[in-house]
Every structure is written in structure tokens, then in C-alpha cells.
């Protein structure tokens, strides 16, 4: 199956007119992204960024960590299912991002819940002694495996990681070698994790794919 194929432009239209309408704030987020960035696509966008607030609202969770802040979209989108006391972490390991999402972090009112980090996940996931109960994971495809086997010790039971682009554009469908390196490595996670039994998965076909991950 093709990119062209597994796209469809006309699915995503249905799937935002008949989901809760985007924020106005994170409608500005999104445009001003667009307009700033080449690397726009990366951003989780509409329908995306309305999944993860209702995940975080259906799962309450005392801490959330997002891998991969970018301009700050999916951060507002987690911190909508906040309590009052609970906060949210995230990191990204370019430093040039923070003068972009913070003036917004700073409007959407939440910003005294938000930890924003600079730096290598990798390392922060070797260092923390922090736990979590919702994690957002959207940073080097790489690395996922990685990740993956530093998260789930400080996963709290029930705890759920959201990994995003698991699908790939659908490229983790061609059974013929080769693959991209990328591919390879998104195919190889979702063998790994479905053969993980510490956690249940299911990998949802939205968007870029999210493979949703429970800790048992
Ligand atoms: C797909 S974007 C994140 C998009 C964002 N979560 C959203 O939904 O709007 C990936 C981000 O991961 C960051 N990144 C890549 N490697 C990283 C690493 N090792 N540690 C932390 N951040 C990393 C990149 O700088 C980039 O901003």
C-alpha cells in the first residue's frame, strides 16, 4: 500500500467535522506553526490533538510526560484533562522551541502545570525517579524500543503510553525488504511491544497511526 493510498483527505474532513471543534488557541498555535515551520506536518493537529485530550480527561492523570514538545500543540491537548494539583512534563531536546510555545503556554492558562525541559529524553528517562500515568511519545522514531524499555518501569499500573506514527504512513505494511531506516524502526517497535507482555496494546488507525500501550 502507497502513501496516496493510505491518506485520505476526505476521511480527515469527516473525522474533524464530526469531532469537537480545535480550541481558538490552539487554532493560533497551529496556523502560526505552519506559517514558522517546514517541519509543520510533525505538529498533532485537530483531530490528533482532540484524542489526547480526551484520553487525558478519561484517565485523570497526576502526571503526564510528553517526548517531543515541537510548538507545544499536543502539550495543551494532554493539560486539558489536568486536575488542579497534577502536572504535565515535557521535553524536547531543541532549544530554540521554547520562545514559540511558551507565550502560549503562558495564554492557555496552564502554564503553572506545565514542566517544559530542554534536553535528550534518553537521558532525562535514565535520571528521573519520577512516575507517570499518561505519557505522549512522538520524538526520534529511532529510538522508540528505547524509550519504551525506560518508560515502562516508571509507568504507574494502568499507566498508558500513546506512541505516535506507528503506521508510518503505512510503510510498516510492505512485507518486502527493504525498508527505510525509519520503517524499520517503527515495524521493529510495534513487534516489540506487541510481544511485550508487561503491557496490552492496541494500535489505532488514526491519523499516522497511535499505538495505545497499557501497563498491566
Ligand atoms: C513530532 S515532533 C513533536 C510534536 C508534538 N508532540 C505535537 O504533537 O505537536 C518531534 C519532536 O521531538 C524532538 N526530539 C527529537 N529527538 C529528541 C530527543 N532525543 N529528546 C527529546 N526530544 C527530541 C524534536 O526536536 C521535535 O520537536
Known amino acids: 500500500m502507497g502513501e496516496r493510498d493510505f491518506q485520505n483527505e476526505w476521511l480527515d474532513q469527516y473525522l474533524e467535522l464530526n469531532s469537537s471543534p480545535e480550541p481558538a488557541l490552539l487554532k493560533k498555535l497551529r496556523t502560526q506553526t505552519v506559517e514558522e515551520f517546514s517541519q509543520h506536518h510533525m505538529i498533532s493537529g485537530h483531530v490528533q490533538g482532540r484524542f489526547l485530550s480526551i484520553m487525558s480527561k478519561i ?79 512522538d520524538a526520534n522514531k529511532k529510538q522508540y524500543i528505547d524509550y519504551f524499555e525506560l518508560l515502562v518501569p516508571r509507568l504507574n499500573p494502568g499507566g498508558v503510553i500513546l506512541a505516535d506514527n506507528t503506521l508510518w504512513k503505512g510503510k510498516v505494511l510492505e512485507e518486502i525488504a527493504p525498508k527505510d531506516k525509519m520503517t524499520k524502526a517503527l515495524f521493529d517497535f510495534n513487534q516489540h511491544v506487541a510481544q511485550d507482555s508487561r503491557v496490552d496494546v492496541i494500535l489505532l488507525p488514526l491519523r499516522d497511526g497511535i499505538s495505545l500501550i497499557r501497563k498491566k
Not at 504535565?88 to 532549544?95: A, F, K, L, P, V
Not at 502560549?104 to 532525562?124: K, M, R, V, W
Open 59 to 137: 484517565l485523570k492523570p497526576e502526571h503526564i510526560l510528553e517526548i517531543g514538545t515541537f510548538t507545544g500543540y499536543a502539550t495543551l491537548c494532554l493539560a486539558e484533562g489536568l486536575r488542579k494539583d497534577c502536572k504535565i512534563t515535557t521535553i524536547d531536546i531543541n532549544s530554540d522551541l521554547k520562545n514559540f510555545y511558551q507565550p502560549y503556554f503562558t495564554e492557555s492558562g496552564y502554564d503553572n502545570q506545565i514542566e517544559s525541559l530542554i534536553g535528550d529524553a534518553i537521558q532525562y528517562l535514565e535520571k528521573t525517579e519520577e512516575t507517570f500515568d499518561l505519557v505522549f511519545l
